[in-house]
Structures are given as structure tokens and as C-alpha cells.
């Protein structure tokens, strides 16, 4: 079975400065995808950046991008020019490639707090 | 676009008593799913529907929890009898049908507290 494992149950980072958040991750599959969600207060989960297994290329989208090291099995986010509005709970998820039910495995979560 | 519909927001009930969770997935979104997040843990899939039909519900307490997706559109979360453990947040989810990497959109959730 596929594990989910974040390390770091919170983080801090002040305003305007970069934070990593690590996550790592067991399988024996080749081909899956990799998930950033982002769970604020409201508890509506919102799609942070994906990443396909067979993609070599780190995703990024505009302040937010991935270090991705698949022989290591680590999914890391970086957040970029930290703002108030990215203090929330972030997951880590995996899904496999080939599952037709598209089932997100999820992490514990890491907490983001941003200091003005 | 509006988003995935969830209701009731919060619900407080005593143990031993029922309660019932409603999801509206986005129009047009074949796939739907329901997952239970407990405090401090990340969100766990509970069941899954394709249209009307489940597709997987292995972690699904079926001596409790029953879910329906009459119709393929709206969904029904039950659980009866609740009890303490079933504190949680419920969230619900829904996928347009397309390629593999369709995303999930998710609802607010409906936060469960049994006392």
C-alpha cells in the first residue's frame, strides 16, 4: 500500500522570506501523480501544484513550485515570497497513474504560519 | 462555475444517534467521493461513486456508515448509530470523468461532533 508521510507538523516562515515543506512517500509503482493541497481555516481543500511521475521537469506555479526527487521518493514545496493568505494546512497527496477511481492518499498535513 | 455543494456545515449529536450528510458535486462531474478527516490527520477516502455506482468502499465502516448516489448526482452520507470516534470533518469531492489527470475539487466539508 502506498504511504503519504509529512514530517514537519509546522512550519513558520515570515512574510515575504521562502519556506520548504518536505513530504515523502512510499511505492512501488513507476507512474503516478504527486499532489500540494492547501486546507485553510474555511477546510476547503484547494489544488496548490501537481506533478507527473514521468515528468522529469519540477512543476511550478507562480510562487509555488516542487523539488521532486523520484529515486529519493521526496515531493518538497516551496512557497516563494511567503504572504499572510498562504497561512493554512498543507498535504501532501499521491495518486497512482493507472487507478481508474483517481483515490488520493494523503499526508498528515504540515501547518503554515506566516509572521508579518 | 459553482463549486461542490455541502450541508449541513456543522452538525453536534450525541452518541448512539444518526445523522445524515449531503453533497451536490459540480454539474457535470461523473466521479464523486466522500473522505473522512479527522483533527490532525490528513483527509482518508471513505467511498467512492462513478455516476451511480460505487466504485470502492473497502474502508467504509459498513456496520454504521451507508452512503447513496441516487440519480448519479447528489450524494447521501449516513451514519447510524454515531459514536465518538466518528468526530470528524466530511468532506466531499467530485471529478469530471476525462483523463488521468483530472483533478478533484473538493466542498467545505461538514464538520461532525459527537458527544
Known amino acids: 500500500a502506498q504511504t503519504v508521510t509529512q514530517s514537519q507538523p509546522e512550519m513558520s516562515v515570515q512574510e515575504a522570506e521562502t519556506v520548504t515543506l518536505s513530504c515523502t512517500y512510499d511505492t512501488s509503482e513507476s507512474d503516478y501523480y504527486l499532489f500540494w493541497y492547501k486546507q485553510p481555516p474555511s477546510r476547503q481543500m484547494i489544488l496548490v501544484i501537481r506533478?507527473?511521475?514521468?515528468?522529469?521537469q519540477n512543476a511550478t506555479e507562480n510562487r509555488f513550485s516542487v523539488n521532486f526527487q523520484k529515486a529519493a521518493k521526496s515531493f518538497s514545496l516551496k512557497i516563494s515570497d511567503s504572504q499572510l493568505g498562504d497561512a493554512a494546512m498543507y498535504f501532501c497527496a499521491y495518486r497512482r497513474l493507472n487507478n481508474a477511481g483517481n483515490m488520493l492518499t494523503f499526508g498528515g498535513g504540515t501547518r503554515l504560519m506566516v509572521k508579518p | 462555475e459553482a463549486g461542490v455543494a455541502q450541508s449541513p456545515r456543522y452538525k453536534i449529536i450525541e452518541k448512539r444517534q444518526s445523522v445524515a450528510f449531503w453533497c451536490n458535486p459540480i454539474s457535470g462531474h461523473a466521479t464523486l467521493y466522500w473522505y473522512q478527516q479527522i483533527l490532525g490527520q490528513g483527509p482518508k477516502l471513505l467511498i467512492q461513486?462513478?455516476?451511480?455506482?460505487?466504485?470502492?468502499d473497502s474502508q467504509l465502516p459498513k456496520d454504521r456508515f451507508s452512503a447513496e448516489r441516487l440519480k448519479g448526482v447528489d450524494s447521501t452520507l449516513k451514519i447510524q448509530p454515531a459514536k465518538l470516534e466518528d468526530s470528524a470533518v466530511y468532506l466531499c469531492?467530485?471529478?469530471?470523468?476525462?483523463?488521468?489527470?483530472?483533478?478533484?475539487?473538493f466542498g467545505p466539508g461538514t464538520r461532525l461532533t459527537v458527544l
Open positions: 469531492a467530485s471529478r469530471r470523468r476525462g483523463g488521468p489527470g483530472d483533478t478533484q475539487y
Open positions: 461513486f462513478q455516476n451511480n455506482g460505487v466504485v470502492d
Open positions: 506533478q507527473e511521475a514521468y515528468k522529469q
